[in-house]
């Protein structure tokens, strides 16, 4: 099983910017699309961004512009470049990527336990 963990939240003024990372390990055979989600309280979980093994992304509306979406697969992290940050990028921040398992076996979506960013106006 592969395991994802999300670092880099944190307080955060408006226009300002945060770097969250999503470091995987685990025994796979290759870590597929990645992406973030957010949640906000009373909201329900949104796509953010996400990157395919190629590198082809895809942002929310949202975020367009802001935030860039990137992925180091030597190091197994993907990241989330945030600039320009408003008070509504304040959510809980969630990675996710879908795994093959070894030997062909199949695949399955991994969950990070999410980490917090608050953005202050």
């Known amino acids: 099983q592969v395991q994802l963990v999300e670092s880099g939240g944190g307080l955060a003024q408006a226009g300002g910017s945060l770097r969250l990372s999503c470091a995987a390990s685990?025994?796979?055979?290759?870590?597929?699309?990645v992406a973030w989600y957010r949640q906000a309280p009373g909201k329900q979980r949104e796509l953010v961004a996400d990157?395919?093994?190629?590198?082809?992304?895809t942002y929310a509306d949202s975020v367009k512009g802001r935030f860039t979406i990137s992925r180091d697969d030597a190091k197994n992290t993907v990241y989330l470049e945030m600039n320009s940050l408003k008070p509504e990028d304040t959510a809980d921040y969630y990675c996710?990527?879908?795994?093959?398992?070894?030997?062909?076996?199949?695949?399955?979506?991994?969950w990070g336990q999410g980490t917090q960013v608050t953005v202050s106006s």
């Open positions: 996710n990527a879908d795994i093959s398992r070894p030997y062909y076996s199949g695949h399955y979506a991994a």
């Open positions: 685990g025994i796979y055979l290759s870590i597929n699309t």
């Open positions: 990157i395919t093994r190629g590198g082809t992304t």
